[in-house]
């Protein structure tokens, strides 16, 4: 009928810019498996009306509403109470002189529970007109005084603020007969309940604080307590008479549309098993707890991107200890500095020191008697040459390709770089290569006749000493290391974390390839996290536009310097605005945390116990050092108890 209609036409104008949820019946089953029906229109009515949310059923044969809610006593007064609790009715009477959209969103944050009522009744546009035009006749008699009007004095003296209050009046009743806007009568209440009325009226004077901050004017109520709170039942337009006249712009800013995001419950990514736990609960700036997941559907890469101090490696040890949550969880990190040392011993992880005096090293073409694994070969010894400044022609690759085919007919321990040298034909290539073989440099750590890499469920790569011997140096290792962690990957839940490292993916070498490796890294389940400390690196990185857009989730650091203008264009070029560049430069530095994603935004603290930090947080060289006496003092399983104690842990 015509009401349905109504209905369908409200709903599909409001689905463009909210989410609707119809409050409709269903059936459910009992525990001894006979069908009923629940409303959960009735349960938000008896919610509405006696505080209490639960299920309820409709009955099978039709009865009055009041037959199923009157369900608690009611006692008026001052301060009414309701079912054992006690009433607190805040009702906003006091408007600012503009609006803006989501004025009540600070409320969200606020550690109460409380009910929000906007009762909003419309009038068509003849009403509309009438009032209005009523209000602007009161002011315009009062722009002249009686006397001066009744005796035509052209001397009058004009009341400006009733001239200025007629004119805001003729343009409101402008807009009205335009169509642009509507009008009708908006009644703003809030409502708390609590068994202890000291503790209600401490929750009212709090919200009453935080909302005449905002620019409002709000009471209160005590003899108007009874009616107001009647006024917020669904369906009473008759009770509470503070009802000031607003346009629908202003009503747009003035109802409590907007919501805090609490994340996920469950991880989103369909890899995981079903109703998998989310990453961590984090807290938030007042008490709503945060869901927090890296992933949005099945993509969890994830940029984290700040300044040097702001708690960048407590983060990352904290999401690979949370991680270790789901079942045949993977962790594969590059560090810089240490800082996952700790974590990475007290969990039972490996841990290498790369280009450090633990001598490990690789034997890349160890494996080139598989086809797949002879493809990549040569273009790992492709890339060899193209970072010592050699172009690369299709004689090299030729040559290459030849020298591959001979080298995989020889036993796994004669398959080494040196041996390959020694094969090759070509000159230049010899020239390139030798640097990486036992004559050169880096031959101690990509010439072995074996390779010494064994792969575990958390695998540490220390490469601050790797990263300072230069790009020509640290890329090879990386793609051997890259490519080693993907032939592993099996589609167990895995992360691969880069720490600082991410920068030199932008060197040419790989820069054509990070598009690709991310999408195999994602169909294989696992969930690349790129962090950086140095902005200006990262800026001129070539890859950051590229990162942006395949990382949905980003982590922004405090930075204080964030409203500079040469950091601001980097805030906005990753698709920031001018308020949440505002939180970032005022977050406070290792306690907020700034997450983004398409889904939402929230500031959060990691709010880590001190066992916790013991591990996660301790990344000062001294630390890792006192670690490192303990455990060769009392060995990989019982050092942890010392170091607590002396962490005052315990």
Known sequence: ??????????????????????????????????????????????????????????????????????????????????????????????????SFPAMFSDLESL??????????????????????????????????????????????????????????????????????????????????????????????RELRRSIQSLGFGCRIETINALEAWLGTHPGNGYANLR??????????????????????????????????????????????????????????????????????????????????????????????????FPLCLGAG??????????????????????????????????????LQQIIVMPSHRNAIHLAMLDLSAQPENLRSLTNFYHIVQDRQIKEAIQHYTAQGAMGRLLDADTDDLTFSPFMVFEIEELMNLGDKNLIPVLIYLFHRIEMSLDGSPTILVLDEAWIMLGHPVFRAKIREWLKVMRKANCAVILATQSLSDAKNSGILDVLSESCPTKIFLPNITAMHEAQRELY???????????????????????????????????????????FVGSSDKESIARIEELALKFGPKDWHQEWLKEQAAL
Request: proline share 6%; charged share 20%; net charge negative.
């Open 111 to 204: 550690p109460l529970e409380y009910r929000f009522s906007s009762r909003f009744i419309c009038l068509d546009q003849y009403d509309a007109t009438k009032e209005i035009d009523s209000y602007r006749k009161g002011w315009r008699q009062q722009v002249y005084r009686f006397l001066d009007q009744f005796f035509n004095n052209p001397n009058a003296r004009v009341n400006r603020d009733a001239l200025l209050m007629a004119e805001d009046a003729e343009n409101a009743l402008t807009a009205v007969q335009g169509g642009y806007v509507g009008a009708g009568y908006l009644t703003s209440t809030i409502v708390l309940m609590h068994e202890n009325q000291e503790r209600l009226q401490d929750w009212a």
């Open 572 to 614: 906005v070029a990753m698709g920031l605005n001018e308020t949440q560049i505002k939180i970032i430069a005022h977050a406070t530095p290792k306690r907020d945390y700034y997450v983004v994603s398409p889904i939402g935004r929230r500031q959060v603290q990691l709010a880590l116990g001190p066992k916790t930090l013991a």
């Open 243 to 340: 009802r000031p006249m607003v346009n629908t712009l202003n009503l747009a800013d003035l109802l409590p549309l907007a919501s805090v995001w609490t994340g996920s419950p469950i991880c989103p990514c369909p890899f995981y098993p079903p109703n998998s736990r989310p990453l961590a609960v984090l807290t938030t700036d007042k008490s709503t707890p945060f869901w927090f997941n890296i992933h949005v559907g099945d993509l969890g890469h994830t940029l984290v991107f700040g300044p040097t101090g702001a708690g960048k490696s407590t983060l990352l040890a904290t999401i690979a200890a949370q991680f270790r949550c789901y079942e045949n969880a993977r962790i594969f990190v590059f560090d810089k500095g240490m800082s996952m």
């Open 349 to 386: 992880g490996t841990h290498y020191g790369i280009g450090s005096s633990e001598q490990l090293s690789f034997a890349p073409l160890q494996r080139i008697d598989l086809e797949p694994e002879r493809a990549w070969a040569e273009e790992w010894v492709a890339s060899l040459l193209e």
């Open 1 to 98: 009928g015509q009401f349905q209609n109504a209905l369908e036409e409200l709903e599909d104008a409001l689905s463009s810019v909210l989410y609707m949820q119809r409050l409709v019946e269903y059936e459910a089953y009992s525990s001894q498996g006979m069908a009923y029906t629940q409303s959960d229109l009735l349960s938000h009515i008896q919610y509405c009306v006696s505080g209490d949310l639960h299920p309820l059923r409709v009955p099978e044969n039709p009865m009055y509403l009041d037959k199923i809610l009157a369900s608690n006593d009611l006692i008026g007064g001052i301060v009414p109470c309701l079912g054992g609790r006690y009433l607190a009715l805040i009702s906003v009477d006091g408007l600012p002189q503009e």
